[in-house]
């Protein structure tokens, strides 16, 4: 089982041929990818034996602040409560509220999971425990659609925006090492031309991945650096070109004026670019994420979300909130600071981890 043989570092070679092995082609099944991003924790064998899969396990343990707000606080909820009244529904939508479900998507998964239960005639707590499962699957699954690349375009252009902070540069280190490892000849382009030290950590990463930077200096313009990256990515036959963007605030109108002008003169280079515009939201945002999310979409029609930091948070129920508000596809989840940390998203397995 691959999943050993990550776990024991020093057999690195036979790691890195299981790798090669199976990431070279772009249709990855879901267990291949998970395998292959099977990395440190290790998990207990009683646990195994009990036919725990070793993927779930290991997102447990990372979404395990969200699974103490959400998924333990309503078990320890319905172990007190075994029978349904309306406090329990009351709690139920607290706990949602709390763990920053927002309060639309809150008040839509107790209408239905009330519904289900009234179909099926239920009326005992285990019975809504695992309504409430359904329904949070449900909403997860509206916003589950993996990024594809098409290869048709050349190179296929990324965008990846979003306020300050939030894990942008991080998560272009996190998809670079992911495409290059299936195959794919991958460029950065350092369109956060705003700090000094922004370059200087885009370039960092692409040492330490082994991936072209395409930079010019601080206080150039962002939207001719990324289109430069554009021409040079196609000369050499780049697949993949992922262009970094400077943190903004989502309320300053001037700095979303400049995001739309780096997609305008994307397009001059290539009419379809960017083919993907990924929005990085920051896992423990809350609510704001919501406004977040809303205005970089008006400046720039997001085709992708990637939330990071849900390593690091008890609100990943933010996830919901999106899903329900805006249903814009999440593409990947960011469960650390290093380059392997990064999950493609998988809405039964997401709630399996913060719910169980
Ligand atoms: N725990 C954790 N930390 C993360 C994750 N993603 C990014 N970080 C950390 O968040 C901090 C900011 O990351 P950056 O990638 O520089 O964020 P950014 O959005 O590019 O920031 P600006 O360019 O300044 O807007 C760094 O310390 C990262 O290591 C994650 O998934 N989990
Ligand atoms: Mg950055």
Redesign the pocket.
Known sequence: MKFFKRKNKKDKSAVEQTDQATETTDNLSTSQTRENEAVDIVVPPELLAQGVEPHQYQLSQQLSKTNDNFGKKMKQLFSIKKQIDEDLFEELETTLLMADVGAAATMEVIENVRKSLKRRNLSDSDAVFGALKEQLTALAQVVEKPLEIDQSKQPFVILVV??????????IAKLARKYKGMGKKVMLAAG?TF?AA?VE?LKTWGEREDIPVMAQSTGADSASVIFDAMNSAKAKNIDVLIA?T??RLHTQSNLMQELEKISRVMRKNDETAPHETLI?IDGGTGQNAISQVREFNKANKLTGVVI?????TPKGGVLFNLASEFGIPVRFI????KST?LKPYVAADFVEAIIN
Do not use: C, F, H
């Open positions: 979003g306020v300050n902070g939030v894990g942008k540069t991080t998560t956060d700090r922004a950590q970094d400077a943190g990085v990071t930091k849900l390593d690091g960011g469960v650390g600071e940390d």
